[in-house]
């Protein structure tokens, strides 16, 4: 029985476009009130996903829409560092 990896998809919180989530950069509000980029996708807290996109990010850079969904300021590292692993 060969059985097949479910395909797990998520919302872009910025684009609203329905990716499969290993297109996805999860960045998550840890209990603690921390926001970090999540690439393991395991972290506790609440989550975002957004679309591994240049524009994408710096489009929800601009328009605070992580701010809004994970209810806490997001700190521009977070940001940067999504770049940084885009450009690889």
Same mark, same amino acid.
């Given at each position: 029985?060969?059985?097949?990896?479910?395909?797990?998809?998520?919302?872009?919180?910025?684009?609203?476009?329905?990716?499969? #989530?290993?297109?996805?950069?999860?960045?998550?509000?840890?209990?603690?009130? /921390? !926001?970090?980029?999540?690439?393991? &996708?395991?972290? =506790?807290?609440?989550?975002?996903?957004?679309?591994?996109?240049?524009?994408?990010?710096?489009?929800?850079?601009?328009? #605070?829409?992580?701010?809004?969904?994970?209810?806490?300021?997001?700190?521009? /590292? !977070?940001?940067?560092?999504?770049? &940084?692993?885009? =450009?690889?």
């Amino acid at each position: 029985m060969n059985k097949e990896k479910k395909l797990v998809l998520r919302t872009c919180v910025c684009s609203k476009e329905v990716c499969e #989530k290993k297109d996805l950069f999860r960045v998550v509000r840890t209990p603690e009130g /921390n !926001v970090i980029l999540d690439l393991k &996708g395991k972290a =506790n807290g609440r989550g975002a996903y957004l679309k591994k996109d240049k524009e994408i990010i710096l489009k929800a850079q601009k328009s #605070k829409v992580l701010e809004k969904k994970l209810e806490v300021s997001v700190p521009d /590292n !977070v940001y940067e560092e999504m770049l &940084g692993l885009i =450009n690889e």
